[in-house]
C-alpha cells in the first residue's frame, strides 16, 4: 500500500486558516529545475528548490511586503551568507519566501508593498552557488517550519521516474551490493539506496533527489520517508514525517540515502522499493533474497 502526500501539510498550505486555496506562481518565466527541496548540500539539506536559467526577472510567487533584503558587498558590514544578494517576503497565512543568488545591483530596495507583477531583482550567481540560478525557500512561521515549495506551486511536466542505481545493506562496516549478493547474513542492517532523479523541465541539467520512498519487506511496508518539510530540532534541521531524520542519519553519501533499518531473519526476504518524484512518477525496484546462517 503506498501513502500519499500528508493530510496535514495539504491542509496546512492549500486551506490555511480562510478555507481557500493559496493562489502563487513561479518566481520566473522559465524555471528550469536543478535542485530538490532536502537534496544533498554538502553538510546540510537544501532548504528550498534551485532554479536555473538565464538571466531573467525575479517576481514575487505572491502579494506580501518586503522585510528584509541584503545585497552582497553593497553593505561593507554585512555578514557573510551563502545565499548572496537575497530578498525576504512577508505575506498572508504566516508564510515568508526568500529569493536568493540575485544579481548583484538588481535588488529593489526601495519598495515595501509588491504584487505578483513587481520585479524584486534579476536571476543571479551571487553567493554560494555554482552558476546563474535562483534558490527559492518558503517558510511557515506558524509552524516553524521551511516547506517543499513544491507543494505550493503549479505543477510542472515531467514524465521521468527517478532511477534506482543500486541498493545496498550495511551491517557494522561490511557493505554488501544487493545487485549481486542475493544470501545475506541474519542480523541487524541498514538498507541504503542509490536513487537520482533525470527528470524534471527542461534538458537534462542535473540529478534530483526524489521527494518520496516506501520500502517494504515481505509486502510490509517498513520505511516511509517524504522531503515535504524541515524544521529545526536540537539545534539541527530535520525532515519531519521522516521520523525527523538530521541530514546525517539519511544520507550516507551525496546520492545514496539511508533507507532505514532491517531485522534480517533466516529465510526468504522480498524488498520492494518505491521512489516517486514530485510529478508521482514512480520508479520500482523488487529484489528477492535469502537469509541464511
Known amino acids: 500500500m503506498k501513502r500519499g502526500k500528508s493530510g496535514f501539510l495539504l491542509f496546512l498550505l492549500f486551506f490555511s486558516y480562510s478555507g481557500s486555496i493559496i493562489a502563487i506562481d513561479w518566481p520566473v518565466e522559465e524555471q528550469v529545475l536543478v535542485g530538490t527541496f532536502g537534496e544533498h548540500r554538502g553538510d546540510h539539506f537544501l532548504g528550498g528548490i534551485e532554479i536555473d536559467g538565464k538571466e531573467q526577472p525575479v517576481h514575487p510567487i505572491e502579494e506580501g511586503e518586503i522585510i528584509f533584503w541584503m545585497e552582497e558587498k553593497r553593505l561593507p558590514f554585512a555578514p557573510p551568507s551563502g545565499l548572496g544578494s537575497f530578498v525576504v517576503i512577508q505575506h498572508n497565512r504566516a508564510l515568508r519566501s526568500v529569493y536568493a543568488h540575485l544579481a548583484g545591483g538588481s535588488l529593489d530596495t526601495d519598495s515595501t508593498e509588491v504584487t505578483m507583477r513587481d520585479v524584486i531583482g534579476i536571476l543571479g550567481d551571487t553567493g554560494d552557488t555554482c552558476g546563474r540560478r535562483l534558490e527559492l525557500q518558503i517558510i511557515d512561521g506558524t509552524f516553524n517550519q521551511v516547506v517543499n515549495p513544491l507543494?505550493?506551486?503549479?505543477?510542472?511536466?515531467?514524465?521521468?521516474?527517478?532511477?534506482?542505481?543500486?541498493?545496498?545493506?550495511?551491517?557494522?562496516?561490511?557493505?554488501?551490493?544487493?545487485?549481486?549478493?542475493?544470501?545475506?547474513?541474519?542480523?541487524?542492517?541498514?538498507?541504503?539506496?542509490?536513487?537520482?532523479?533525470?527528470?524534471?523541465?527542461?534538458?537534462?541539467?542535473e540529478p534530483l533527489a526524489p521527494y518520496r520512498i516506501n520500502v517494504f519487506a515481505n509486502g510490509e511496508e517498513v520505511s516511509y520517508l517524504t522531503c515535504e518539510a524541515l524544521m529545526l530540532k536540537d539545534g539541527k534541521r530535520v525532515l519531519i514525517q521522516s521520523e525527523d531524520l538530521s541530514f546525517h542519519k539519511y544520507y550516507y553519501n551525496q546520492w545514496t540515502i539511508r533507507l532505514g533499518s532491517l531485522n534480517l531473519t533466516s529465510g526468504d526476504l522480498t524488498l520492494e522499493i518505491i521512489s516517486t518524484d514530485f510529478a508521482g512518477n514512480e520508479r520500482v525496484k523488487v529484489l528477492n533474497l535469502k537469509v541464511e546462517g
Open 151 to 205: 507543494l505550493l506551486l503549479p505543477p510542472q511536466v515531467d514524465r521521468r521516474a527517478p532511477n534506482i542505481f543500486g541498493l545496498y545493506i550495511l551491517q557494522g562496516s561490511n557493505l554488501t551490493d544487493l545487485e549481486e549478493v542475493k544470501v545475506l547474513s541474519p542480523g541487524e542492517g541498514v538498507l541504503l539506496a542509490d536513487i537520482r532523479d533525470l527528470g524534471g523541465s527542461g534538458s537534462y541539467r
